[in-house]
């Protein structure tokens, strides 16, 4: 693609890169067979090459955003099929990430968007304000009818039936190896998990010590900053990043560490990208350390490896969390891991599909995530899975909403297969009262 920077313009580094990623896009248009948004909506504009030129547009006349602009860019997932999609190697995430702080910074929303952005901005990248925010639409849920915006309805319908209790294995500490130690790790903790789901972090310090590893939870590390980053907030998404590459590096520096552990995709694919975020700031040198430490717990757990599993005779329909397979190229591995131990594991049709949640999307476009939530569990259904697996906790809930069939993390199956406790989903309340323990 022709562009028509100024050399002004492309002293700013965030517009020098956004200018080479526009040059490599062919206008092929491979990407609009597997966009979600373009699949549902048929627009030109609600597909990768159509946003694209608005980019381009926008960029390239300095001007700020102007409302259709951002209608089509608000409506991307960043689910980034794209990018496994396009033959040039157009790296989408890094024009679009740069589109969204362009925005930020140039364009007035009207009141009420800009009211719902800042209060999930404040609110779901920590853990005690959100678990007060899902109390508090639990209590409002009955009254969600009066609720004026499609938005505030479903965020009253986002609180799970049961908030757990805070596990205090989130706190910053250290867990020896079981036997010989193989690796010292850090756990990222996360925010939004650690409020609607405790057993994914539990079930992942069990498997990894277990299998050698000494497991460290860094103090000061906590938000990976995804959230405030896909809505444009580079100040506070950077902040937060900032917060956590501190703070791991000075684990590594004390202890070592082989990896830092992720077991929320979306976490994993940002904290990934830390070098390219950070690489123009005093930070850069020790953010790319920190993205070349990243790991999916899927990648470590392959390398810690694990004896085969005796079957299970439970059938898992495995769903590939956007961020995974697109954003960090992960596919085959968590699969493998799950044929491993002894479970049968099954695909859905159109994996390559978005489920629509997609970080805060599914509070902030619910009618375009609804319809995508509603196509992944038909394909999912249709294999008649006794449980539905993912890597993913904002793909979990999303999921886990619209069908009767559990939902589980695929790292609970593991640990369930190598030695833990039967999954909380599968479990049932009162075995789950039992079978999670704090580790100590």
């Known amino acids: 693609m022709q562009t028509h920077f100024t050399p002004d313009q492309l002293r700013d580094p965030a517009t020098a890169r956004s200018n080479a990623i526009l040059r490599a896009c062919v206008h092929c248009g491979f990407c609009t067979a597997t966009c979600p948004t373009y699949a549902v909506l048929g627009d030109e504009l609600d597909s990768p090459r159509g946003r694209i030129y608005l980019i381009k547009e926008m960029l390239e006349a300095g001007r700020p955003a102007d409302a259709k602009t951002v209608k089509h860019i608000d409506r991307c997932l960043s689910c980034l099929s794209c990018m496994t999609t396009c033959p040039s190697g157009v790296h989408y995430m890094h024009l679009v990430d740069h589109a969204r702080a362009h925005i930020e910074r140039t364009y007035r929303r009207p009141p009420m968007d800009r009211f719902l952005r800042w209060m999930l901005a404040q609110v779901l990248p920590h853990p005690t304000r959100f678990r007060l925010a899902l109390l508090g639409a639990k209590i409002g849920r009955p009254f969600a009818f009066l609720m004026p915006d499609a938005r505030l309805r479903a965020m009253l319908a986002m609180a799970p039936k049961t908030i757990p209790p805070v596990s205090r294995n989130d706190d910053p500490q250290t867990f020896p190896a079981q036997g010989e130690r ?64 501190r703070a791991w590096m000075q684990e590594k520096r004390e202890g070592g560490l082989d990896a830092i552990v992720i077991n929320t995709s979306g976490c994993g694919t940002t904290v990934k990208d830390y070098g390219h975020m950070f690489r123009n700031d005093p930070l850069a040198g020790d953010a790319a350390t920190i993205s070349g430490l990243a790991k999916d717990v899927s990648e470590v757990l392959e390398r810690l490896g694990f004896e085969q599993g005796a079957p299970k005779g439970l059938k898992v329909a495995y769903h590939a969390a956007c961020s995974l397979q697109h954003g960090q190229q992960i596919r085959s591995t968590p699969k493998e891991l799950l044929k491993r131990a002894g479970f049968e594991v099954v695909e859905p049709a159109n994996p390559h599909l978005c489920c629509g949640s997609a970080g805060t999307y599914n509070l902030l476009q619910p009618e375009i995530s609804t319809e995508l939530k509603n196509r992944k569990i038909a394909t999912l259904e249709a294999k008649a899975p006794d449980v539905i697996a993912a890597g993913n906790i904002g793909c979990m809930m999303q999921i886990g909403s619209g069908t009767g069939i559990p939902v589980v993390h695929t790292v609970e199956l593991v640990d369930w297969a190598t030695g833990g406790p039967r999954p909380a989903a599968l479990a049932g309340g009162e075995e789950r009262a039992q079978a999670m323990p704090v580790l100590r």
């Open 182 to 245: 193989r690796m010292r790790v850090a756990l990222m903790t996360g925010c939004a998990q650690r409020a609607l789901n405790t057993d994914i972090n539990d079930a992942t310090l069990r498997v990894l010590t277990r299998l050698g590893c000494e497991v460290v939870v860094a103090r000061g590390a906590g938000c990976c900053g995804a959230l405030s980053h896909h809505m444009g907030r580079e100040a506070e998404s950077h902040a937060a990043a900032g917060r956590n590459i």
